[in-house]
T-cell receptor
Framework: NAGVTQTPKFRVLKTGQSMTLLCAQD?????MYWYRQDPGMGLRLIHY???????AKGEVPDGYNVSRLKKQNFLLGLESAAPSQTSVYFCASSYQGGSAGTSQPQHFGDGTRLSIL | TQLLEQSPQFLSIQEGENLTVYCNSS?????LQWYRQEPGEGPVLLVT?????EVKKLKRLTFQFGDARKDSSLHITAAQTGDTGLYLC??????????FGTGTSLTVIP
């Protein structure tokens, strides 16, 4: 059981280049999330999706776009990469949340380390 | 500014010692999760607390949710080298959005 798989694991880009990060989960989870992790700042939510075909903005959405065309996949795109987007990107998925206070555990991938020169 | 502040940011202790990590906010959360992250891996859930004042124990780890659901603490008794890692709290707001704390990096020295 692979869980959450992120590709690629490492990437170096030049400023202005574009790329797409892929997240795939095999747990039939409804919810999927993209976070970035920077030193001293924990994880910050970029975008998330509560189901196939739906997406929503998180805390730090600027400069990123996402798509959820299939339930098992969640793509994160950088249209014009900037050095400020150098970070470690994590994808996570969870079962559909219930009412407030019944949060489901998030299952994380192992991250994509992205450097933008 | 982060919605959730964790303290301390770094902690280095000897094996066998006790420690407490704090997760504080001025906002109310419907639930709060604690994760541990190893280098090169994603965070892994340790526990979820839901009710104000709730205390949960996981072997040598004790988690408490504040009465007002704005803060939480993690206490480790008799730390072991296997406890080394980055500890993250995450508070849930409406719409299943999670706000992560700044993290506490724990090193347990043999």
């Amino acid at each position: 059981n692979a869980g959450v798989t992120q590709t690629p694991k490492f990437r170096v880009l030049k400023t202005g280049q574009s790329m797409t990060l892929l997240c795939a989960q095999d747990m039939n989870h409804e919810y999927m999330y993209w976070y970035r992790q920077d030193p001293g700042m924990g994880l910050r939510l970029i975008h998330y999706s509560v189901g196939e075909g739906t997406t929503a903005k998180g805390e730090v959405p600027d400069g990123y776009n996402v798509s959820r065309l299939k339930k098992q996949n969640f793509l994160l795109g950088l249209e014009s990469a900037a050095p400020s987007q150098t970070s470690v990107y994590f994808c996570a998925s969870s079962y559909q949340g219930g009412s407030a206070g019944t949060s489901q555990p998030q299952h994380f991938g192992d991250g994509t380390r992205l450097s933008i020169l | 500014t982060q919605l959730l502040e964790q303290s301390p940011q770094f902690l280095s202790i000897q094996e066998g010692e006790n420690l407490t990590v704090y997760c504080n906010s001025s906002s109310v959360f419907s639930s709060l999760q604690w994760y541990r992250q190893e280098p090169g891996e994603g965070p892994v859930l340790l526990v979820t607390v839901v009710t104000g004042g709730e205390v949960k124990k996981l072997k040598r780890l004790t988690f408490q949710f504040g009465d007002a659901r704005k803060d939480s603490s993690l206490h480790i008794t008799a730390a072991q080298t296997g406890d080394t890692g980055l500890y993250l709290c995450a508070g849930e707001r409406t719409g299943n959005q999670f706000y992560f704390g700044t993290g506490t990096s724990l090193t347990v020295i043999p």
